[in-house]
């Protein structure tokens, strides 16, 4: 029997802002890779940790009281898109000196193939994609 996928793949979570979302957030995402057959590869894990820090970040710098954050899963057969929304205010940067906080950027920076930040009403979508090698 074949088993193939139908692609593009996509799927998105909505998280409450409370600390457990965080693990839930990661546990959603391997559930995603693990139904696309992508849950063993070599670069899950990495996506795994810039999920968490992405969502981490939306806590505890994007998301006002009474919000949430969703977190969108897109894989196309080449490439994974990781997107966190929040309705937060400010723009995630990586941080110039080291008593500044934002070292998560600097993982995501390190693990993913390529991040940003894009603009939505209210707020911002970061984002973060992996090529190949799944």
């Not at 899950?44 to 006002?64: I, M, R």
């Not at 995501?108 to 090529?131: Q, S």
């Amino acid at each position: 029997m074949n088993h193939a996928i139908q692609l593009p793949c996509l799927r998105d979570r909505f998280f409450p802002r409370d600390r457990r979302s965080v693990p839930a957030a990661r546990k959603f995402t391997y559930q995603a890779l693990a139904g696309w057959g992508l849950a063993g590869g070599e670069r899950a894990d990495d996506v795994s940790l810039c999920v968490s820090e992405l969502a981490t970040n939306a806590l505890l710098h994007g998301v006002p009281p009474g919000r949430g954050f969703r977190l969108f899963l897109r894989y196309d057969g080449d490439v994974l898109r990781v997107e966190v929304h929040d309705s937060g205010a400010g723009v995630p940067r990586i941080p110039d000196g080291a008593d500044e906080g934002g070292r998560g950027l600097l993982l995501v920076a390190a693990l993913a193939d390529r991040w940003g930040v894009g603009e939505r009403d209210p707020g911002k979508v970061v984002w973060c994609e992996f090529a190949g090698c799944f």
